[in-house]
C-alpha cells in the first residue's frame, strides 16, 4: 500500500475525522499509552472500528493485527497530513465582540495557526491593539496579506458585510476561508470555505429538546 504523498487529496469526511484522531490520540499520549487498537479509538470516538481502519488506511500501513497504531508515530503523521507540522499565519476580519472571542480562543495557537492582523472599518478601532496585534483598516488587508503570506482568513462579521469581505480575502489571495457569520457566501472553487452557523446549531439542540 502507498504511502498518503502518493494518494493525493483525500475526502473531506476523512479529514474531519482525521482531526478528531490526532486529538485522541494527543490526549492518550500525554498519558503514557504507546499502542492503541482500531477499537480503542473507535469506542473513544462513538465510531466503528472498520470505519476507523478504512480511514488510517488512507496514511498507508501503521496498524500492526492484533498490537495496535504507534500512537506517537500515527500521530505524527497525522499532524503532517492536516499541515499541523508548521504555523500558518492568519487575518482575522471583524473586531467586535465575536472577533474578540476568537482572537482569546488559545486553542488556535496550540494548533498552529497564528492571527497575525485584525481588520475592521470601524475607523475608531483601526491603529489600535489586541494583545500584540495591530487592528488596521480594512483597505490595508491585500499589502498585509501579500506582506505576510497568509492563506487563511476568518470572517467575523454581520452578515450584511460577509460577502463583501469574503471577496476581498479571495482578491487578495486567501485559500481557505472560516466563516463565522450567519449566512452563506459564495467563493471560487480553488478557494476551501468552512461555515460554522453557531446560531444554527443551537437551533437544532432547541429542536431536538422539543421534542
Given at each position: 500500500m502507498g504511502s498518503w504523498r502518493e494518494k493525493g487529496r483525500f475526502p473531506d469526511r476523512v479529514v474531519s475525522r482525521f482531526s478528531l484522531y490526532l486529538r485522541y490520540l494527543k490526549q492518550v499520549g500525554q498519558e503514557g499509552v504507546y499502542l492503541v487498537t482500531s477499537s480503542?479509538?473507535?469506542?473513544?470516538?462513538?465510531?466503528?472500528?472498520?470505519?476507523?481502519r478504512r480511514d488510517l488506511s488512507y496514511l498507508g500501513q501503521f496498524g500492526l493485527a492484533g498490537v495496535g497504531y504507534?500512537?506517537?508515530?500515527?500521530?505524527?503523521?497525522?499532524?503532517?497530513?492536516?499541515?499541523?507540522?508548521?504555523?500558518w499565519p492568519v487575518v482575522l476580519v471583524g473586531a467586535g465582540n465575536l472577533g474578540a472571542a476568537l482572537f482569546s480562543y488559545s486553542g488556535f495557537r496550540r494548533r498552529g495557526f497564528k492571527i497575525v492582523a485584525i481588520f475592521d472599518k470601524d475607523p475608531k478601532k483601526a491603529g489600535t491593539r489586541w494583545a500584540n496585534v495591530a487592528i488596521l483598516d480594512i483597505d490595508r488587508l491585500p499589502e498585509t496579506i501579500k506582506q505576510k503570506d497568509v492563506k487563511i482568513g476568518v470572517i467575523a462579521v454581520p452578515?450584511?458585510?460577509?460577502?463583501?469581505?469574503a471577496d476581498r480575502l479571495v482578491g487578495s489571495g486567501v485559500k481557505a476561508i472560516l466563516?463565522?457569520?450567519?449566512?452563506?457566501?459564495?467563493?471560487?472553487?480553488?478557494?476551501?470555505?468552512?461555515?460554522v452557523d453557531v446560531t444554527t446549531e443551537l437551533e437544532t439542540l432547541s429542536w431536538f429538546l422539543s421534542q
Open positions: 480503542q479509538i473507535a469506542q473513544a470516538l462513538h465510531l466503528t472500528a472498520p470505519q476507523v504507534n500512537v506517537k508515530k500515527l500521530a505524527s503523521t497525522l499532524e503532517k497530513v492536516l499541515g499541523l507540522n508548521k504555523e452578515q450584511y458585510a460577509a460577502q463583501e469581505v466563516n463565522f457569520s450567519p449566512c452563506k457566501i459564495e467563493v471560487p472553487d480553488d478557494v476551501k470555505l468552512q461555515d
